[in-house]
């Protein structure tokens, strides 16, 4: 591949995240405005196997800031984890000169494209797209605001209902491996109890908190689970046997937290990290992921943005004990 990159590839990887777009949007007109060749690679990975790569122009991207999802579409692809893909992919790009690439998504994009530039020496720029915030290096990720905004937004309502009919909700929202969009929707609407995966649930300490809550009369509790602790349905069986005086109720967010409008901060940390990403790409600082850590962009190896996972500090852990009592 030549020193200098002049036609750029973006491509959007792994679960959309609100914000996508306007990253998108910013890769492609800083591009541009640096005299480059900028090419839109759809479905991910699998669109560069099967070359179904296409250019794009600054009107290409207009009108779409405001949009969630991603224009160039996402999917996992399964023939990229094999070095045959890989190549594949790889001469599609050679085939249109594209020498430099940026990869919106989370740490499985990220290690598809820490193998693509170990293997070809082709530059890759991540940026850090995931609603669950699960990624060392960043502050926040692209999407991980709007998503914890949709869950506060629906679990305010739903503390509404549970206030009218004294009620216990439990209330379930992604975050597979990582329990911030709990963590902080939980803190934010006052949850009784947040259940995340990096802790260990002790359920006889949630069992005896709610019989406690029940001989003050406290009958309305929100407990917020996140996807990867116990599950919202397992934890409602526990409390429907050990809490039968408890009128339980579930409710699974789902995929309303992936969709919708990104919100202000989202659409401006996407806009910072994809001209970044391009501006990485003209001074030679290559393989990175770009995040932003205390408003200040900030520079992560791509091999240690997918080894490393963000720690929740105890600090929060103690804030939800004591604000939830």
Known sequence: MENKVTKIGVLTSGGDAPGMNAAIRAVVRTGIYNGMEVFGIMRGYSGMIENDIV?????S??????????ILKTARCKEFFEHEGR???YNNLKKLGINGLVIIGGDGSFRGAHKLSEEFDIPCIGLPGTIDKDIAGTDFTIGFDTAVNTAVEAIDK????????DRLFIIEVMGRDAGYIALHSGIATGAENILIPERKTDIEELVNGLLEKERRKKLVNIIVVAEGDRGAEDVAQVIKERVPAADTRVCVLGH????GAPSCMDRLIASRMGYSAVESLIEGRHNVMIGIVNNKMHYTPLEKA???KQKISEDWLKIVKILAS
């Open 256 to 259: 309303i937290q992936r969709g």
């Open 87 to 89: 190549k594949k992919a």
């Open 306 to 308: 997918v080894k490393a």
């Open 55 to 59: 250019p794009m122009h600054s009107r």
């Open 158 to 165: 739903i503390r509404d209902t549970a206030d009218a009919h």
């Open 61 to 70: 991207v207009a009108n779409i800031i405001q949009r969630g999802g991603t």
